[in-house]
């Protein structure tokens, strides 16, 4: 509770500042709103019902993208964990592959895909795979041979090793990839939609740009910011329920 | 005349001729094991001594099958061994206890296919057998380093093994729960009747626990000396003749006075 109210005390700080710095007009409204104009407008936004459909069109855009990475990523990501001729194989393409920024994917998706949902769900894949795929490989490989070899002694089959030794061993790594991945793919999604797209959250915080509303511009700003929170806060939440283990140390 | 009985004729342990080298990092061949030969009868308890990094673990590993040697055989039975089996079971320094298993989970994790019933009473079973009742299902995190330890090994006696193979397991103990560990094993072995071989840096404990008692060299490690204990049980720590066998296997370990065998035997 303590360090809750602690971690509050930034966020206020920067509140009264720009309160103070709009309330003595030291800078234009027009390019910092008022707090209380942006407040309003939000609840506008909430009211009237734009900003939660724009962003759950975003979300519904990262539930296939991220579902696809994770099925592919991680899938990819074990057996390059368990198996080294497969590291070595994937290894060096996928460190080259990372090397592009994943914005400059955009153009490339949007020739191949279109300007529809798949060049968005694209995206977000290549976004979030490799961070996953990594993760996932990293954390199976770091497995403690002493383990192993527990394994090894009680004969456990392939299956059981994975399940019994391998993956819950990685499950940490796994999740740092998992937790990376999404935080990624919600920036990915919302930078795609603002250069290619009709709908979703990016495309509100470009469109209003363009139309001079800036309030809805900054209100766009915060729900993205909201939602990423939120989504970390669910995989965290998710992360402890799957290693219950982890909080008898 | 049933399987147990069969199970308990497993046959004697023979090891003979047996060498092992590592590569270095810097693609030089270390020789660890050098044409060991070594019998371990039925219900015998043999502890092995010998300085750090001379190969006894190295040694148990091929015992156990998880490594293999460059040249001569491990055999049952008379029957060679080529990889970990049911007949034996591994003790290791540290617990080795699987943290995101309870500890019902860690004990029957050598067993596939078995009812939640079944699991629940072989763990019970063993956790009875090293005073551990109660912690089934408590994670390793929540057990102290001697409980861990005997969680560690109720899950070696739960597959019920004909041989126990012991890689320096109280090793990290302090010494009153070491004294009472290995209080634990005499009992265990009383009531299993298995075959022990038991790694060990303490000359002490060797000598407490032990039939024979194996001195090693150091690397490339042979068999230097092997002694055989006869004291009565229960051993008496503080006996002169507990004490002539523990100066007798030290003398191994102080190269210039070798041959030397204290004289103030009774
Ligand atoms: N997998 C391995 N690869 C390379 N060298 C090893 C390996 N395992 C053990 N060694 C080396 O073999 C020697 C003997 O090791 P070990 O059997 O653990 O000794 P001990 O148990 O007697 O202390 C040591 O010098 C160790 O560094
Ligand atoms: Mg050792």
Redesign the pocket.
């Known amino acids: 509770m303590a360090w809750t109210l602690f971690s509050l005390i930034l966020p206020l700080l920067i509140l009264f500042a720009w309160l103070y710095v709009t309330g003595e007009a030291l800078v234009p409204a027009l390019l910092l709103p008022k707090p209380r104009i942006v407040l309003n407008e939000f609840i506008v936004q909430l009211t009237v019902g734009t900003i939660i459909e724009d962003i759950s069109i975003s979300f519904g855009r990262i539930v296939k993208g991220f579902g696809l990475a994770v099925l592919f990523g991680g899938g990819l990501g074990i057996i390059m964990g368990m198996f080294v001729p497969a590291e070595r194989f994937f290894s060096l393409t996928f460190t080259s592959i990372r090397q592009i920024p994943m914005m400059a994917w955009v153009p490339l998706l949007v020739m191949w895909f279109g300007i529809g949902e798949a060049s968005k769900v694209a995206v977000i894949l290549m976004a979030a795979y490799f961070p996953i795929l990594m993760n996932t490989s990293s954390g199976i490989r770091r497995t403690d041979p002493k383990l192993i070899e527990v394994g090894r002694m009680y004969r456990l089959t392939p299956w059981r090793m994975f399940v019994k030794i391998y993956l819950p061993s990685a499950l940490p790594s796994i999740f740092v990839g998992l937790k990376l991945g999404l935080s990624i793919s919600w920036m990915a999604v919302v930078g795609a939609e603002m250069i290619a797209a009709s709908s979703g959250i990016g495309f509100r915080l470009n469109d209003a740009r363009a139309l001079m509303q800036f309030p809805i511009v900054f209100c766009g700003m915060f729900a993205i910011a909201i939602a990423g929170v939120l989504m970390d806060w669910v995989l965290t939440l998710i992360s402890r329920a799957a290693a219950p283990w982890e909080r008898k140390r | 005349m049933g399987k147990e009985k069969v199970k308990r004729m497993a046959g004697e342990l023979l090891i003979e001729h047996l060498s092992k080298s590592?590569?270095?990092a810097d693609k030089q061949a270390?020789s660890?094991l050098e044409d060991i030969n070594l019998s371990v009868e039925n219900g015998e308890f043999v502890a092995i001594v010998?300085?750090?990094?001379?190969?006894?673990?190295?040694?148990l590993?091929i015992i156990a099958g998880l490594?293999d040697a460059d040249a001569g055989t491990v055999s049952i039975g008379g029957r060679i061994l080529t990889g970990p089996g049911p007949d034996r079971g591994m003790i290791f320094q540290e617990h080795r206890l699987l943290p995101w298993l309870t500890i019902e989970q860690n004990v029957t994790l050598g067993f596939e296919g078995n009812t939640r019933k079944e699991n629940f009473e072989i763990s019970d079973r063993y956790l009875k057998l090293v005073k551990l009742e109660g912690f089934a299902k408590a994670y390793p995190a929540e057990l102290s380093g001697g409980m861990s330890q005997r969680a560690a090994i109720a899950r070696a006696l739960a597959t019920d093994p004909q041989m126990l193979l012991l890689?320096?397991p109280f090793g990290a103990l302090d010494a009153l729960t070491k004294i009472e560990m290995q209080k634990e094993i005499i009992k265990i072995r009383r009531e299993n009747r298995s075959t022990m071989l038991m790694?060990t840096h303490d000359i002490e404990e060797a000598v407490y626990l032990a039939d024979r008692v194996v001195v090693?060299t150091s690397?490339p490690?042979k068999v230097k000396d092997i002694v055989k204990i006869e004291l009565a049980e229960p051993r008496n720590r503080g006996s002169a003749d507990f004490a002539w066998y523990k100066q007798r296997i030290l003398v191994h370990f102080f190269d210039d006075d070798e041959e030397k065998i204290p004289e103030f035997t009774i």
């Open positions: 590592f590569m270095t270390l660890v010998g300085h750090s990094g001379c190969g006894k673990s190295t040694l590993k490594e890689d320096e790694v090693m690397r490690g």
